[in-house]
Structure formats: structure tokens, C-alpha cells
């Protein structure tokens, strides 16, 4: 009789499509399991996966729940890390499911809601409402809220939260929709713990920044400062969306905010001028204190730095002029008063550090503002438009450009010793005192012209009544001598006969 041969298992891919979606490749979140593997660069196991694709496409069985993954583009190589989680509140007759990816930098987030669901479960519930995690979005962690301000359900991660989650793994993380609170995974809390710990805070070199002495004038129009400034000012463009940015140096540095470069610090972007020119810009510095980045864009001959306001904060009741690209639409200016100069505080710390100024203007600042300038009447920059608060009006903030220099560590530039026409309030040149005096000659030879066109008006009417009087006069002595000259020729007649 032949041997009985042993019978081999068939290893199982469950990457592949046979075993996907089968329920020995499925995790107890309904996600794929997957292999971790060491990433060399953090040290961290991690769950790779391929960035190109819309993990928020309502598709979510590809998605490693609860676990560090290291997303990585085939298109262009940038690679982030993040944890996804998925959770809900169930609450009769609906149930309402919030999915949410996690990184160092940001929280991106959706919900779904099913209705005609039963008392104890929703398996056989329908999809009625579903879209983006609403602004301001709520989030409570170690016994603190944090009101978090983003566009399309995207949301910067306040930097104190990020650090209370590297160093209270143990704690509970709620996020409330609506009135409704749904928790965040433990396993994800944990798993988001370990990955803040191994990602550096800080990975940038400080850029030299040398900053440049700009003649300005004083009490420009709006349309004035618009046309000067809008040439210094660029959009920028990436796959996730655009924002603005402008150029602060002579070797092309643009600043914008952190939140619009997103967390892919290797990125390129796509750099639009105000002709149209298409350039690319490279991140060189990142702040995670602060909300602003810098980007170096290549063959930036043509862009000339905006003079900055570097010496001093603006007051309240100042006139401002923002400019940027809301909502796609480019080069577009409003203008408004600074409401007030305010510490950041724990308020927001969402943005900024609280040890940072914040300027409060009514000048309109949308989605796709951010990142532009905040200028004074004389055309300098005072801040970095950042954000407004959502459901009210009138309430928008910008960044000082004073702390985001001061963080920078930009040493004030060196005044020459044949400026002597002085220096203004911000730290740049006064206009020249041959172009005031030029102003007032023009102005008194302009006086001078119209007095003399005065004075010819007037005595071409002077003629003109004097003529009218001889008019007059000849007439009254032609009714006059009239009568008398026909008296006498009847006197004239008398005596021939």
C-alpha cells in the first residue's frame, strides 16, 4: 500500500482577494489583519499601506483599526504616520458612526448615521445621513475640552494635546457630535501614545532668514496697497486642497500656515504667481508651536518680499488689509479694523502657543485665506492670517508676524548711518523728504494755475459787463438824441420856407 504523504496547509494572503474579506483575515473591528513590521526610521511596528488612495471613500475594510500605520505614496514617495479608528454611539432608533485618522499634526474625521434600528443592535439598519465632522468640532481628553477649527472635516491637533496623549496612554479620548459623545478606541489611545513618543517634536533647522529695510509710504489707498502687495503674494497648491502664502525674503522664502502644507513635511508644492506662473516651493521649516511654515521656491526672481512690521504690534482700530485665495478664488482683498492684540492662552491653543499674539480683525478670512498676509495702511505685513471662528462673524485671527520672526530667531537689520530721513514705527524707511517737498511744489503750482484760471474768468466776465454797459448806454442815448434830432430837422424844414 502507498505511503500516506502529510498533508501541507496552504499559507493564507490576506492581501489577496480570495482571502480579503473572509472572516479568518478580518479583525475584531472588521478590519484586514495585517503583518506589522519594524519601520527602520522610527523604531516603531507599524502596518504598511499605500497612501494613493481615499481612505475616507466610505470603503473601510482595508483599514488596520486601532493599529500605527505607515501610509506611503507610489506617486511621488511622501510618507506619514497615523492611526485610524472607528467607533459609534448607539442610541435607539439610530446609530451614529464616527471614523477618524490620527496623525501627528491633525485629526481628519466622518460620520455616517443608520436608521431603523432595533433595541439591542442596528444590523439591519439603513444609511439616512453621512459627511464630513462638522467645525468647531469637540474633543475631551484627561478632563480637558478642546474646541477644534478646520474645513472639510480636517482639523489641526493643538500641540498640548498631542503631548497630554504621549504621556497619559491610560486616559479616555471622547469626541461629542451633535450632543452626542462617542468614544475613541483604548487601543487607539494606546497605539497613538506610542507613535507620539517615537515621532520627533521637532525636525527642522531654523532656517537665516535676512530680513529686508523696505521704503513705504504712509496712509496708502486700499487699492494702492492692493496693487503694490498682490504681486508678493502666491497660492498654494497640493491634493488636498490650497491656501495662500507670500514671499518675506530676496532669495524667494515664502511663510504660510502649518495647516496648509498638512503633515507631509518632504512635500513639493505647486507655487501660483499673480501672472499666472506655475513654480515649485519645497518645505524647509515647520512649526509646531506656532501655525506657520516656510517653503523655498525655486527660480523666484521674479517675486520681491512684502516689507514687514517686525518692531512693534498693532494697536486696536487699526485699518487692515487681508489678502488670499478663499475659497479658490485668487488675489482677492478685503479689508477691516484689528479688534484687539490678544494672548493665545489655553483659548487657543489650538493654533498657537500662549505665549503668542494673536490679531483679531473683522477682515473676511475664509477657507483658502490661510497663510496670506494681514497688512497695515502702509502695505507691511502685521500677521499671518490663520483661521475664524466658525458660526460668527467678524471674529478672525491672524498670527503676529512679530513672534513668528521672534521664534525664527531673525536678527533686526542693521540701520545705515545715511538714513537719515528716518526710520517708522515698524522698523522700514520713511518716504523721501524730496518727494514730500515735490508734493507740496506740485501742490502750490497747482494752487498757483487755478488762481490764475480764476482770475481770467473773472475778467473775461469784467469785459464782458462792460460791454453789456456800453450796449446800454448806446442805447438810452440813441432813445434820447432819437426825438431831438427829428425836432430839429422840422426846425431846419421852417426856416428854408
Request: hydrophobic share 35%; aromatic share 8%; with cysteine.
Amino acid at each position: 500500500m502507498p505511503t500516506p504523504q502529510e498533508t501541507i496547509a496552504a499559507e493564507i494572503n490576506c492581501d489577496s482577494i480570495v482571502y480579503r474579506n473572509k472572516d479568518v483575515c478580518l479583525d475584531e473591528d472588521g478590519g484586514i489583519k495585517r503583518k506589522g513590521v519594524i519601520d527602520p526610521d522610527t523604531g516603531m511596528t507599524v502596518i504598511e499601506l499605500e497612501s494613493d488612495n481615499n481612505w475616507n471613500a466610505r470603503k473601510f475594510r482595508k483599514i488596520p483599526w486601532g493599529l500605527i500605520t505607515k501610509l506611503k505614496s507610489n506617486f511621488d514617495g511622501i510618507t506619514e504616520y497615523a492611526v485610524f479608528d472607528k467607533n459609534f454611539r448607539f442610541k435607539y432608533p439610530t446609530e451614529q458612526t464616527i471614523y477618524t485618522k490620527w496623525t501627528r499634526d491633525y485629526l481628519e474625521g466622518s460620520y455616517s448615521v443608520k436608521a431603523g434600528c432595533g433595541l439591542l443592535s442596528c444590523a439591519f439598519g439603513w444609511p439616512v445621513d453621512e459627511g464630513d465632522l462638522p467645525s468647531p468640532l469637540e474633543i475631551k481628553f484627561s478632563g480637558k475640552k478642546y474646541t477644534l477649527y478646520g474645513d472639510n472635516g480636517k482639523f489641526q491637533l493643538p500641540n498640548s494635546l498631542v503631548n497630554k496623549v504621549k504621556n497619559n496612554p491610560e486616559s479616555e479620548l471622547n469626541i461629542r457630535l451633535r450632543k452626542l459623545v462617542v468614544p475613541i478606541g483604548k487601543k487607539t489611545v494606546l497605539n497613538l501614545s506610542e507613535m507620539y513618543k517615537n515621532l520627533p517634536d521637532e525636525q527642522w533647522e531654523k532656517p537665516v532668514i535676512d530680513l529686508v529695510v523696505k521704503e513705504v509710504s504712509n496712509g496708502l489707498s486700499i487699492k494702492n496697497i492692493a496693487g503694490m502687495s498682490l504681486p508678493s503674494v502666491v497660492t498654494i497648491k497640493s491634493d488636498g486642497g490650497q491656501g495662500t502664502g507670500f514671499v518675506i525674503s530676496d532669495d524667494g522664502t515664502v511663510l504660510t500656515n502649518r495647516h496648509v502644507i498638512g503633515s507631509s513635511y518632504n512635500q513639493q508644492f505647486n507655487i501660483e504667481t499673480i501672472d499666472g506662473s506655475d513654480l515649485i516651493g519645497e518645505v524647509i521649516y515647520v512649526s509646531r508651536k506656532d501655525d506657520f511654515a516656510l517653503l523655498k521656491v525655486k527660480k523666484s526672481k521674479s517675486l520681491t518680499p512684502l516689507p514687514i512690521c517686525y518692531a512693534k504690534y498693532p494697536t486696536s482700530g487699526e485699518e487692515v488689509v487681508a489678502l488670499g485665495s478663499p475659497m479658490g478664488l485668487t488675489n482677492t482683498v478685503t479689508r477691516g479694523i484689528v479688534s484687539a492684540v490678544r494672548r493665545s492662552g489655553s483659548d487657543f491653543d489650538m493654533i498657537a502657543s500662549s505665549s503668542t499674539s494673536l490679531i483679531q480683525t473683522d477682515a473676511a478670512i475664509n477657507p483658502g485665506n490661510s497663510g496670506g498676509p494681514l497688512l497695515n495702511k502702509n502695505g507691511e505685513v502685521i500677521g499671518i492670517n490663520t483661521f475664524k471662528k466658525t458660526a460668527s462673524e467678524g471674529l478672525n485671527f491672524a498670527v503676529s508676524i512679530v513672534d513668528v520672526f521672534q521664534q525664527l530667531n531673525v536678527k533686526k537689520p542693521i540701520l545705515k548711518s545715511n538714513w537719515v530721513r528716518g526710520i517708522n514705527e515698524c522698523g522700514n524707511l520713511k518716504p523721501k523728504a524730496g518727494s514730500f517737498f515735490l508734493v507740496v511744489i506740485v501742490a502750490m503750482l497747482g494752487i498757483f494755475f487755478t488762481a490764475c484760471a480764476v482770475i481770467k474768468k473773472q475778467k473775461n466776465n469784467l469785459f464782458r459787463r462792460l460791454s453789456d454797459v456800453q450796449i446800454s448806454f448806446k442805447k438810452w442815448l440813441l432813445k434820447k438824441l432819437i426825438p431831438y434830432i427829428e425836432e430839429t430837422k422840422k426846425e431846419d424844414k421852417g426856416s428854408k420856407k
